[in-house]
DNA sequence: ATTATAGTTGAATATTTATTCAACTGTCAA
DNA sequence: TTGACAGTTGAATAAATATTCAACTATAAT
């Protein structure tokens, strides 16, 4: 008779397969900066906001308008965007202007429409 | 005096850019859409997996050892990546055997390879 | 038929992420 | 220097996502 808690679920089923691939594999810190750069387009807000900027430099208030959220929503996800180097700023008078600071942000988005259902 | 709320935080600064961005905007749906199909991304497992399949096929338990997550939570995963149509599955036997169903997938991993700082 | 293993599923929980709220800073103009 | 407005911030809350758990299906072997 077996204990109740069988030892470990992870039964390894094609050992060589999977020497294979760890080996291949990238570093952890790499995976998770990879999943962290995505992370910036992975949310209707967030894709509004930057394809709006590839079109234009835009103010928060005019964001806020166009994506329909408060400005403070809008800031916290700026400063989300410009620490992953997605997009920089620059402030005149009381007004401070967003674009985006990596040309393949557009690149990224349209790659992406190809495997997307459209409407 | 004026009314305690405020009527709308949304002050349009700039109505010529706002009323010309959201022209070229793709629809909300579509938008929506890329945000889905990046959030198939944007977690560091599924980055994994994605990359793994990417080297060979490979089976649930494997992946779960790979990824070092219980065969339920890959399971769970592959559901979502199947549904946005990035992997796809054959039986053999007992084991149902996972593979890309998209070979853009490894170009969109590797794109985002040069906008991260690694290790 | 019975048992064992690979995988799936739905509900519960844990974790992460987005948004709101209220108080704050910076800049301009009266 | 005071008020008004653009924007930011941190903490609280809401919402979304990932993982676990336990019960289940499917297939193969005895």
């Known amino acids: 008779m077996e204990k109740k808690l069988d030892m470990c679920e992870n039964t390894i089923i094609h050992e060589e397969v999977v ?3 760890k080996k291949q594999l990238p570093s952890d810190k790499k995976i ?6 995505y992370k910036m387009f992975s949310d209707p807000t967030k894709v509004k906001m ?7 430099e835009m103010c928060v208030c005019d964001l ?10 809008i800031s916290h996800q700026l400063s989300s965007l410009k620490e992953a ?9 009381k007004i401070v202007y967003y ?3 990596d040309s393949c942000v557009k690149e990224i988005l ?3 429409v190809i495997h997307t259902i459209n409407e």
């Not at 930057?50 to 234009?56: T, Y």
């Open 19 to 21: 020497e294979t691939v």
């Open 32 to 37: 998770e900066n990879l999943a962290l750069f």
């Open 50 to 56: 930057l394809w709006a900027l590839d079109i234009n």
């Open 64 to 73: 806020a308008v166009i994506t329909k959220v408060t400005k403070s929503a």
């Open 85 to 93: 180097n997605l997009v920089k700023s620059r402030r005149e008078g």
């Open 99 to 101: 674009s985006l600071a």
């Open 110 to 112: 349209e790659k992406a």
